[in-house]
């Protein structure tokens, strides 16, 4: 592996990852589902849409700092949920949400974690928690109640996963949840060494067989075995009556994340979410969905009275700026960083965290903007359709 060093933006990772974890992991990191079409749209909306600098502006005293829920942050981004984060790298949870405290930005637990979120939140009491819905309202209070005992201020629920998308890659890598131990799934894991010694021998060790330690409040399934299934049963019923019903047991922040059409933010807002992430789950659900870039404006519109954010395809700070441009708050960022993790562990987090602050500061003195509130629709152009 090269130095970290020679890591010079966020793209960087992703090839040194494909040499450094098991065909299947990096399948699941990397790939979306069928064609993979809304995970090139997600890149691709951000080409669409060109700057329209300023010059011989002072802009010396630029800051990206950002006020988000009333608590000021280092930079206009954070870390989006990633599920399964300790399979590819040394209890990943934990680099990534130790390397978002000491950079001073947020960070996102999935609910889809191998480290248990009492683990997390000690390690970072600032950071959130996002949910999947359990088919049973009971399960549902249930998991919400342990959310706020741990200490968890703010919610996530993730509400655009009703099915098992068709993740053909997955299936196509041996790929699947729990693993199946297999001849060949062996063969993965032997023909990376460094993988197999770091990150599983290391966690079955000195932590043992990890489990899917968040989806309820009870412990959920072994990460690998041969008949036990995860159980993502009847979460094609869930309805806003269920948002409804959080809203009421939950007493701290509350976001709904998975957002794409304008109504559903307004609905979102009238039943008191504080905020909404537009996402398409980083294109992982429904292939040929859009690109959250290009339904932002309109929700924005819809919802003016709460906070509205977006993930999927950010890999730059010009894209980060472009987000802000059409109406973003804040902005989340998922696969590179885990790619750094898996890699690097805390380090390549740190660095990769770096990396796009830096570019943000540059191009924001480029594009002639002391603040982002300065960062409108007046500094884009549509240069292609």
């Known amino acids: 592996m090269p130095a970290l060093s020679r890591v010079l933006c966020l793209d960087d990772f992703e090839p040194l990852s494909r040499r450094y974890l098991p065909r299947p992991v990096f399948g699941y990191v990397a790939g979306a589902t069928e064609r993979n079409a809304s995970l090139r749209e997600n890149a691709d909306a951000f080409t669409e849409w060109g700057f329209v600098p300023r010059v011989l502006t002072d ?4 800051s990206q700092a950002v006020t988000l829920f009333g608590r000021e942050w280092s930079a206009p981004f954070g870390l989006a949920p990633m599920g399964m984060s300790a399979l590819v790298a ?7 949400t130790r390397a978002a405290r000491a950079a001073d930005i947020p960070m996102i637990m999935s609910g889809s974690s191998l480290i248990r ?17 359990p088919g049973d309202s009971r399960r549902v209070e249930a998991l919400v109640d342990r959310v706020a005992a741990a200490g968890f201020g703010t919610l996530l629920l993730t509400v655009d996963t009703a099915v098992l998308p068709n993740r053909e890659n997955n299936v196509r890598n041996g790929f699947s949840t729990p693993l199946r131990p297999s001849l060949r799934l062996a063969w993965d894991g032997a023909i990376r060494p460094r ?21 309820f409040a009870e412990r959920g399934a072994p990460i690998l075995a041969r008949n036990v299934l995860r159980d993502f049963s009847a979460r094609d019923h869930l309805n806003w009556e269920h948002l409804a019903l959080i809203r009421r047991r939950w007493k701290g922040r509350l976001i709904v994340k998975g957002v794409m059409h304008p109504e559903d933010a307004r609905r979102s807002e009238g039943e008191g979410a504080d905020g909404v992430i537009v996402s398409n789950h980083g294109g992982r659900q429904l292939d040929g969905t859009a690109s959250p870039l290009r ?21 730059r700070g010009t894209d980060i700026l472009k987000a802000v441009a059409m109406g973003a708050k804040f902005v989340f960022v998922g696969r590179p960083m885990l790619h750094a993790a898996g890699v690097f562990g805390e380090a390549g987090v740190a660095h990769a965290i770096d990396l796009l602050k830096g570019e943000v500061d540059r191009d ?13 629709p007046e500094c884009l152009v549509r240069v292609r359709n």
Not at 119 to 132: D, G, K, M, T
Not at 364 to 376: K, Q, W
């Open 90 to 96: 040394w209890r990943g949870d934990l680099a990534l």
């Open 295 to 315: 339904v932002l404006p309109e929700v924005v519109k819809a919802a003016p009275g709460i906070t509205v954010m977006l993930d999927g395809g950010v890999r």
């Open 364 to 376: 924001m003195a480029l594009l002639g903007v002391n603040s982002l509130d300065e960062v409108t």
């Open 195 to 215: 993988w197999l010694l770091n990150t599983w021998t290391r966690t079955l060790l000195r932590h043992g067989m990890p489990h899917f330690e968040n989806s």
């Open 59 to 62: 802009v010396s005293k630029r």
């Open 117 to 133: 979120m009492e683990e997390i939140i000690a390690a970072n009491p600032e950071a959130w928690f996002q949910a999947y819905l």
